[in-house]
C-alpha cells in the first residue's frame, strides 16, 4: 500500500509561480513513476507531468511544456513539481499520481488558484 501527501497549494496571481511537493509513504520500493494530474470543474483529469524512478524520464502535458519542471528525490520517495509563469487556465485541483506494477495510486488533491 502506498499513501501520497501533496503540499504547496494556494492562490497565485497570473504570471506567478508556486511549487508543489508530494511525499509517498508505505510500500514505495515498487514504484516506478510519479508525477502530476490536475482537473478543473467540469472537465477530465489531464497529465501534468510524470517522473520515472530510474532514469527520470520526464513526460509533460502539452499545455504545461515549457513552464512547468518536475523533479524528483528518490532518497525521500518525493517529486516536485515547479509552475511558472501560471495562467488562470491553470487553476485546478492537482492530484499527485504514482504507478508500481500492481496499482496506480492518488493522493487527495491540493488546490490551485490563479487569479488577480
Known amino acids: 500500500q502506498v499513501q501520497l501527501v501533496e503540499s504547496g497549494g494556494g492562490l497565485v496571481q497570473p504570471g506567478g509561480s508556486l511549487r508543489l511537493s508530494c511525499t509517498a509513504s508505505?510500500?514505495?520500493?515498487?514504484?516506478?513513476?510519479m508525477g502530476w494530474y490536475r482537473q478543473a470543474p467540469g472537465k477530465q483529469r489531464e497529465l501534468v507531468a510524470m517522473v520515472t524512478t530510474r532514469g527520470g524520464i520526464e513526460n509533460y502535458g502539452d499545455s504545461v511544456k515549457g513552464r512547468f519542471t518536475i523533479s524528483r528525490d528518490n532518497a525521500n520517495n518525493a517529486v516536485y513539481l515547479q509552475m511558472n509563469s501560471l495562467k488562470p487556465e491553470d487553476t485546478a485541483v492537482y492530484y499527485c499520481h504514482a504507478l508500481d506494477r500492481a496499482q496506480v495510486y492518488w493522493g487527495q488533491g491540493t488546490q490551485v488558484t490563479v487569479s488577480s
Open positions: 508505505g510500500s514505495i520500493f515498487s514504484i516506478y513513476a
